[in-house]
């Protein structure tokens, strides 16, 4: 076969792949908005969406079209791009500091998103004037910020950086717990652990085209790094002697990967896992090369992840299961797992 038609070959598997993919995401939303207290049959999503995009005119009835556009649809790919960002980020952490067992709160974002949620909730910092999410998303940059500083920024080492993040975790960790404790009514604590355990509840059309934006940006730009990544499964040294800026390239990666999990947690909470074991699951599926890893994270991410969020509203009739608690009942046991094969292999 001549080069040419090997181009055009790997052209016509990338888009079957790709359209595949997406097919796929698209049923699961679609599944997922049949789901709750008033059913709705896959076709009648379809149709309402092909009635909004102006392909079909089909006659529906208006209750389920309310309910399909005004809340389920956004929150079902809201959930989506969520998933995507979280198991993105955990790819990025796991090849830049050569640990299995990173993840994207590893530079303690989530401890700082939770410090800027109770300062809002609690403290009501900014008197009315500064909502939740953007106090989450201000303590997140605030922990970032504060591992980038000590871990001495573009010269830390993958050791510092994790040491880093844990301090970070524990001081903003317990700036939370004193200001529940000595604060907050019960209410209030209430409120503030719902949020932190991460729920799909609040979210509509706007998040959506937020997130939608910063996730798809982020896909762009770690494709961008892909061939990168690969030689940090050599070492620092050695992606250096291969004209790597190592230090540019993880400090970049790290703010990319902090812009993304932020902007995730200040929506919707903490959701822990997804970024651990998505990764590893693609891994599997499509092998270590990052140009492949990085797409088969986004759409195994946002798979995951909207069954996780149809799982926390299937599991217990008429109640909501925060989304963190799913993702930990799958997470802990595929987390023992990768323990248990590191400590193995080490």
């Known amino acids: 076969m001549t080069e040419t038609g090997r181009s055009i070959q790997g052209l016509l598997v990338l888009g079957a792949s790709v359209l595949a993919s997406l097919a796929l995401i698209a049923v699961v939303v679609g599944i997922s908005v049949g789901i709750g207290d008033l059913p709705i ?29 005004d809340y389920r649809l956004s929150r079902a790919l809201v959930a989506s791009c969520c998933g995507a960002g979280l198991a993105l980020s955990g790819a990025i952490m796991q090849s830049l500091l050569r640990n299995p067992l990173a993840e994207p709160y590893v530079l303690g974002i989530s401890a700082g998103a939770s410090t800027g949620a109770v300062a809002i909730v609690i403290l009501g910092v900014g008197a009315g004037a500064v909502t939740l999410s953007v106090g989450a998303f201000a303590g997140a940059f605030a922990a970032f910020l504060f591992v980038a500083l000590l871990s001495n920024g573009t010269r830390g080492g993958a050791d510092r950086t994790i040491l880093a993040g844990v301090a970070a975790s524990q001081l903003f960790n317990a700036a939370t717990s004193y200001v529940v404790t000595t604060s907050g009514n019960a209410q209030q604590a209430r409120d503030v652990m719902f949020w932190l355990l991460g729920s799909f509840g609040g979210v509509r059309w706007p998040e959506f085209a937020l997130v939608s934006v910063v996730v798809g940006f982020g896909l762009v730009i770690c494709l961008f790094y892909a061939r990168v990544l690969d030689t940090f499964a050599f070492g620092d040294e050695s992606a250096a002697a291969l004209g790597v800026d190592v230090g540019r390239t993880r400090i970049a990666l790290f703010a990319l990967t902090a812009v993304m999990t932020a902007t995730i947690v200040s929506m919707v909470g903490t959701i822990g896992f997804v970024g651990l074991v998505v990764p590893h699951a693609a891994r599997f599926v499509v092998g270590p090369l990052h140009v492949r890893l990085l797409p088969a994270c986004a759409v195994l991410g946002a798979i995951f992840m909207v069954l996780a969020d149809i799982a926390s509203r299937a599991l217990i009739p008429q109640q909501v299961l925060p989304i963190g608690v799913v993702t930990a009942l799958v997470g802990v046991p595929v987390f023992s797992i990768i323990l248990y094969r590191f400590q193995r292999a080490s």
């Open 41 to 69: 049959p896959l076709s009648t999503t379809f149709a309402a969406v092909t009635n909004r995009l102006g392909w079909t005119a089909v006659e529906l009835n208006r209750i389920h079209e309310t309910v399909i556009w």
